[in-house]
C-alpha cells in the first residue's frame, strides 16, 4: 500500500504571484451527492494527474455475502471438501471487510518525477478484524532517532497480530466448538522446552511496534557465489514490549557456550558465538533487551549496536536526504518506511540487475516495477496513520496509482480474449504483447505503446546489467550482446523482442551511457545507463 500512497509538500511561506484560479468542476445534483465521497475527499488532494472517490457503503456487505452464498451452495456440491457449519457470511463479518464504507486515492508528479500519493480507507464505524492489524491509536515515531544518519533503510510500524490471532481461535471455536478453543489453549500455556516461555507469552506480546533498520556498505562487497555479488549490510530488528522475554529465555542460554549472556548499559545482552560462513564472518548476532523502553533488540554485530541503541554518532532525523524525503509527512503515526536515495540505487545494482540477470522469466517481469530506483533525486519515505474515521496512507513513489489501475483491467481484458478465442476456434490461444492496441495474430492481445515501451527499457536494463557484471568478472571494457547470450554459462538468457526489435548488434562499453533499439515501427527506445 505504501507504494501508492502520497504525501503533501510542506507550506512555502514566501511570497509568490497569485495564479487564475482554475474552472471549478461541477457538482453533482443534490439528490445524488454522496456524504461518504465529501469525507474521503477531505483527506485526499485534487488537481492531480490521478484522482479517485468510491463510495461503497453497504456494497462491501452486499458483495461478500453474494460471494458467501456462492461459496456455501458450492461446498454443498462437494460434501466433505469445506466443513458443513462454516458460516462465511459470519466470516467475512468478522474479517472486517463490512466495515469499509469507502475508499480514495490520489497522486500529483512534481518537477522529479516522483508521485505524491494518497490512499484512504474510510471506516467511520471503526476498524475491527483484519484492519486492527496495523494498531490502535498513532504516535511519535522511532527510527528518526533510532537510525544513524547514514541509514539505508528506516521501517517501522505498529502491529496488533494478537487480535488476528484471537480472531482465529474465534472462528475456529464457532466451527469446532468449544473443545476446539480448549485444545488450542491449553497447548499454548505448554512452555517451550528449557525454557518458561510459552506460546501464550509470546501472543500477548503481540501488540507491539515493529522496526526494521539496515545500511549497505558498498564499499565492502561479499562474493555470495560466482554470479552473486553483495555489500555487506548491517541490520536491527526490534520488537517493542518483548524485552522480558529474553528472561524466559535464560534457561537455555545457561552453560550454553553457543551464547554469552552480559550487561550493557544497564540492558540485558545475549551475545550468538555460532560463526556465519563466508563471506558473512563479520556477523556476530546480539540480543538486547532495554528494560525501560521494553524493547527487543536483534542486531547484526556490536558495533552497529552502538550506531543504533546507544547512540553513537548522528541521528536519521539530522539527515538531509531523509528531510527531504519526509517533507510535509506527519510526524506521528502508525508506521513509516524510508529508503535512502543510495539505499535505492545499492538495491537496483546489486538485487534488481543480478535477479534480473539470473531469474527466471515471471520473476523478471515482476522486478519492472523497480524502473528508476536507481535514479532517484532523493530518498522515498511513506506513512499510515490510524484516525477516527480510516486509515491514510501517503508517501512518495517513482509509480502512481492510475499504473495499477489501467494496468488490471488490461490484464482482465486480455485474459478474456485468450477464453474468448479458445471458445470460438477450439484451440488454446496466447496471450502476447506486441506494438499498438488490439488483437494481434492469432489471438493474443496487443499492448499500448506505453507498455511495449516499458517492457523493451526493461530487457534493456537486464542487458545493461547484465554487461556491467560480465566487464567486472572478466576484467574487459566492452561486452557484445551475443557474448553475454552464447557459451556453456551465459551471463544472460536471450531476451525475446516484443515489437520487432534486434537486440544483437548492441555493444556495451564501460563509457556507454545509453543504449538503444529501434521497433519495427520506427520507435526509437533507450535506457539510461
Known amino acids: 500500500l505504501s507504494q501508492f500512497a502520497g ?51 453497504g456494497e462491501t456487505e452486499q458483495f461478500g455475502n453474494v460471494l458467501a452464498d456462492l461459496i456455501t451452495e458450492m461446498a454443498k456440491q462437494s460434501p466433505g471438501e469445506i466443513p458443513p457449519n462454516l458460516n462465511f457470511r459470519a466470516l467475512f ?43 490502535d491509536k498513532p504516535g511519535p515515531y522511532t527510527v528518526p532517532t533510532l537510525a544513524p544518519a547514514d541509514a539505508d533503510l528506516a521501517f517501522e510500524s505498529t502491529l496488533d497480530l494478537k487480535s488476528l490471532f484471537d480472531l482465529i481461535v474465534s472462528y475456529a471455536g464457532d466451527i469446532g466448538g468449544p473443545d476446539v478453543t480448549k485444545e488450542v489453549n491449553d497447548e499454548l500455556k505448554t512452555p517451550i522446552p528449557e525454557t518458561t516461555l510459552t506460546g501464550q507469552n ?44 529474553l528472561d524466559q529465555l535464560d534457561p537455555m542460554f545457561k552453560d550454553d557456550p553457543t551464547f554469552t549472556v552480559g550487561q550493557k548499559n544497564g540492558m540485558k545482552t545475549v551475545t550468538v558465538n555460532m560463526p556465519f560462513p563466508d563471506p558473512f564472518t563479520a556477523y556476530k548476532i546480539e540480543l538486547i533487551a532495554d528494560p525501560k523502553t521494553k524493547r527487543l533488540y536483534i542486531v547484526s554485530r556490536d558495533s552497529f549496536a552502538d550506531e543504533t541503541i546507544f547512540g553513537k554518532g548522528p541521528r536519521l532525523s539530522s539527515s538531509a536526504d531523509f528531510k527531504t524525503a519526509t517533507d510535509g509527512l506527519p510526524t506521528e503515526g502508525n508506521a513509516l518506511s524510508y529508503i535512502s536515495k543510495n539505499g535505492a540505487a545499492a538495491f537496483v545494482q546489486y538485487y ?6 539470473n531469474a527466471s522469466k515471471p520473476v523478471q517481469d515482476a522486478i519492472i516495477s523497480f524502473e528508476g530506483l536507481d535514479k532517484l533525486p532523493h530518498g522515498l519515505a511513506s506513512t499510515q496513520v490510524n484516525l477516527p474515521d480510516g486509515m491514510l496512507m501517503q508517501g512518495t513513489s517513482t509509480i502512481s496509482p492510475k499504473d495499477a489501475v489501467f494496468l488490471v483491467p488490461l490484464a482482465a481484458v486480455g485474459a478474456l480474449a485468450a477464453v474468448g478465442y479458445e471458445s470460438v476456434m477450439g484451440t488454446p490461444a496466447s496471450i502476447t504483447m506486441g ?47 551475443q557474448e553475454l547470450t552464447s557459451g556453456a554459462s551465459p551471463q544472460l538468457k536471450p531476451v525475446t523482442p516484443v515489437a520487432g526489435e534486434d ?11 545509453r543504449i538503444t533499439v529501434t521497433t519495427a515501427d520506427g520507435q526509437v527506445i533507450s535506457f539510461e545507463m
Open 352 to 357: 534488481d540487475r543480478q535477479a534480473m540477470t
Open 435 to 481: 506494438p499498438g492496441g488490439g488483437m494481434g495474430p492469432g489471438g493474443s492481445m496487443g499492448m499500448s505503446s506505453d507498455i511495449t515501451s516499458q517492457v523493451i527499457k526493461n530487457n534493456l536494463r537486464q542487458i545493461s546489467g547484465a554487461a556491467q557484471q560480465y566487464m567486472l568478472e572478466h576484467g574487459v571494457t566492452q561486452v557484445t550482446y
Open 93 to 135: 463479518k468478522k474479517l472486517g471487510l463490512y466495515n469499509i464504507d469507502g475508499l480514495g486515492m490520489s497522486s500529483w508528479k512534481d518537477a522529479d518525477g516522483l508521485h505524491h500519493n494518497r490512499m484512504f480507507l474510510y471506516t467511520p464505524n471503526g476498524r475491527i478484524g483484519l484492519l486492527k492489524i496495523y494498531g
Open 503 to 513: 537486440y544483437n548488434n548492441l555493444i556495451i562499453r564501460q563509457s556507454t551511457t
Open 202 to 245: 509470546i501472543i500477548d506480546h503481540l501488540n507491539t511496534k515493529l522496526i526494521v533498520i539496515a545500511r549497505a556498505d558498498t564499499k565492502n562487497i561479499l562474493q555470495v557465489s560466482p554470479d552473486v555479488k553483495v555489500p555487506m549490510t548491517d541490520f536491527l530488528i526490534a520488537l517493542d514490549g518483548f524485552s522480558d522475554v
Open 7 to 57: 504525501c503533501s509538500k510542506s507550506e512555502d511561506n514566501t511570497a509568490t504571484t497569485a495564479k487564475p484560479a482554475a474552472p471549478a468542476a461541477p457538482v453533482v445534483h443534490a439528490a445524488g451527492i454522496s456524504p461518504t465521497s465529501a469525507n474521503i475527499s477531505s483527506h485526499l488532494e485534487s488537481g492531480g494527474e490521478f484522482y479517485a472517490v468510491m463510495d461503497l457503503k
